[in-house]
């Protein structure tokens, strides 16, 4: 803090986690010796912990794994070191300006308009090339003072949009804005920007975006990164910004409480943190650690109080609008200590952030609450449905507070019965599939190191649960449904190990073929007329895995009988 308050605000920090056994390894193969490096390595660590854990809790430190091969760790650290960046597309006079400019005022993002950028001399003698536009772009993105971006009018075309992705970093998110021919062609005689073309050559450049649109969306759909909304002239402009401003909101829950129950909403926000990762903001907090980091906004602060006035609002919003949209893209918190009053309440949801409920600690079981005559933040809140009451407090039972219990289905069967072709169908349904099999692979991702390849790691699981629970349980999207593929054929109980980790299903699918036909299906798939020894083994072990799993009876459980084609 003494070095942000000498030379400025610090933006970020990038950590290079290396284990001890690595640095011994990398040491001993280039012929180095330190019989004190582990007390070394520990005593930086130690001495490093408060900064990291400071930092930490203000979303500004990133984490490189520092224990692979130099080559990742370098594109990890490059990654790691550019903006956290949205990209923001639409048809010519959709308006696009309107919409990204007010996103990025409300979620703490610095603007950069892509065809200003390309009026620069620079940018002019390569336009033509979308390779070497990119690589500018990329370029500038690494002067920009400023944690997260958002790009409006980027990518133009596919080429552009490949070549990012190849030489800096995944989008956070890319807003593909749509508007109609017709709508377009009416916004663009409307407010004060109007269009510089003719009605002619409009039409033209709208079905130009949208021919070049149709393989960057497939492309961002692959990557997971495409937020979509829709405008047009039946279409209000405020519904327009407020259903784009809650694609891009976290998940803010506000905890409050009244004298006698304090130290119970102390043990929850605790649990909260620690187990659900919540990051608790508690404001009265943060406007000291702003004070002692003698930022702008600190010094804005000190003069009202030393006039004896009221702290305003949109000051505590514009301290709070890093810590709800940090570079380390953290989207789950707890609010403290504010707001305190209806105007606070609104100008935080207008200008920063939805709140998602209000948790009110009240231990006086049995009691009946009254609220005031005079409207209060519970009273406002409770008009919206958003006020929980709660008088015990168990994390397991999140789902329930919110109002919003999980749903997930098994899909189960045989191998070669055809329950991953059904669990894709459920998926064409809105459910999101989790295939144990992938799960496996991202887990070896995770773990693998330049000396421990994934190839070689064997995933047990009880770690395919811990990551089915960091994917299901602690969702961002509580009204995800999920359909699980694959967690049936590690051993007898794997299925109840999932119920246990999960809570009971909606329902299951089992998927009942005869031996006889899956016994034709694994001689089509492995292109032989007769089965060998070893593949009859194969096949017959296949088979005793699946009869020790059962489905308790006690679920909902339909049963599809898929002996002709699914």
């Known amino acids: 803090m003494r070095f942000e308050a000498a030379f400025g605000e610090i933006h970020g920090i990038i950590e290079v986690d290396t284990s001890l056994e690595v640095i011994q390894e990398r040491m001993q193969k280039a012929g180095l010796q330190d019989e004190a490096i582990e007390q070394k390595v520990n005593d930086y660590k130690a001495a490093i912990s408060p900064l990291l854990d400071f930092y930490g809790a203000l979303g500004k430190v990133r984490t490189v794994n520092g224990n692979r091969s130099p080559p990742e760790v370098y594109k990890e650290f490059v990654e790691a070191s550019l903006p956290q960046l949205f990209f923001f597309i639409g048809p010519r006079c959709s308006g696009k300006t309107t919409v990204c400019k007010h996103l990025a005022k409300r979620t703490n993002m610095h603007y950069i308009d892509f065809k200003a950028l390309l009026n620069k001399?620079?940018?002019?003698?390569?336009?033509?090339?979308?390779?070497?536009?990119?690589?500018e772009l990329i370029g500038c993105l690494h002067t920009v003072n400023a944690s997260?971006?958002?790009?409006?009018?980027?990518?133009?075309?596919?080429?552009?949009?490949?070549?990012?992705?190849?030489?800096?970093?995944?989008?956070?998110?890319?807003?593909?804005?749509?508007?109609?021919?017709?709508?377009c062609l009416s916004f663009s005689t409307k407010g004060s920007a109007k269009c510089d073309v003719s009605s002619a050559i409009l039409c033209k450049l709208i079905k130009d975006f949208y021919a070049a649109a149709k393989e960057m969306v497939e492309i961002l759909r692959k990557y997971e990164c495409l937020i979509e909304l829709t405008n047009g002239e039946e279409i209000a402009l405020e519904q327009v910004l407020e259903t784009a401003a809650r694609k891009f909101d976290p998940e803010v829950l506000l905890a409050r409480c009244d004298e006698d129950g304090k130290e119970f909403m102390d043990e929850a926000v605790k649990k909260l943190s620690e187990n659900l990762q919540y990051r608790v903001i508690n404001v009265p907090e943060l406007r000291r650690i702003e004070v002692m980091r003698n930022t702008p906004l600190a010094k804005q602060m000190i003069e009202y109080v030393i006039e004896s006035k009221f702290i305003p609002e949109e000051t505590t919003i514009k301290l709070l609008k890093p810590y709800l949209y940090p570079i380390d893209g953290h989207s789950r918190f707890l609010?403290?200590?504010?707001?305190?009053?209806?105007?606070?309440?609104?100008?935080?949801?207008?200008?920063?952030?939805n709140l998602?409920?209000?948790?009110?600690?009240?231990?006086?079981?049995?009691?009946?609450?009254?609220?005031?005559?005079?409207?209060?933040?519970?009273?406002?809140?409770?008009?919206?449905n958003r006020v929980v009451v709660l008088t015990e407090f168990e994390e397991e039972n999140m789902e329930r507070y919110y109002g919003k219990q999980l749903v997930y289905a098994m899909v189960m069967g045989a191998p070669l019965s055809g329950k991953t072709t059904v669990a894709k169908m459920i998926e064409k349904c809105g459910f999101t599939l989790l295939d144990a099999l992938v799960l496996a692979e991202d887990i070896k991702k995770k773990l693998a190191t330049e000396d421990n390849p994934a190839e070689s790691i064997n995933v047990t699981l009880d770690q395919l649960i811990e990551e089915l629970k960091l994917r299901v349980v602690r969702r961002e999207n509580k009204s995800a449904k999920f359909v699980l593929d694959g967690f049936s054929l590690e051993d007898g109980a794997a299925t109840e190990r999932v119920i246990d980790a999960l809570g009971a299903p909606a329902f299951f699918i089992e998927l009942v073929c005869g031996d006889d036909v899956?016994?034709?299906?694994?001689?089509?798939?492995?292109?032989?007329?007769?089965?060998?020894?070893?593949?009859?083994a194969e096949l017959e072990k296949m088979f005793v895995v699946y009869g020790d799993t059962h489905v308790p009876v006690s679920y909902t459980h339909l049963t599809l009988p898929t002996n002709r084609e699914v």
Do not use: W
């Open 148 to 183: 997260r971006l958002i790009i409006e009018g980027f990518p133009e075309n596919s080429k552009q949009l490949l070549c990012f992705l190849l030489n800096a970093i995944k989008p956070r998110g890319c807003v593909f804005l749509k508007a109609s021919e017709s709508s």
């Open 335 to 353: 609010l403290l200590n504010f707001p305190e009053e209806i105007a606070q309440l609104r100008y935080l949801e207008n200008q920063c952030c």
């Open 356 to 384: 998602a409920k209000e948790f009110y600690f009240y231990p006086q079981q049995g009691e009946i609450i009254v609220y005031p005559a005079v409207p209060t933040v519970e009273t406002y809140m409770h008009k919206s």
């Open 518 to 536: 899956l016994k034709e299906r694994y001689k089509k798939k492995n292109e032989v007329g007769e089965l060998s020894e070893e593949q009859a």
């Open 121 to 135: 001399k620079r940018f002019a003698v390569i336009r033509g090339d979308p390779e070497a536009v990119t690589k």
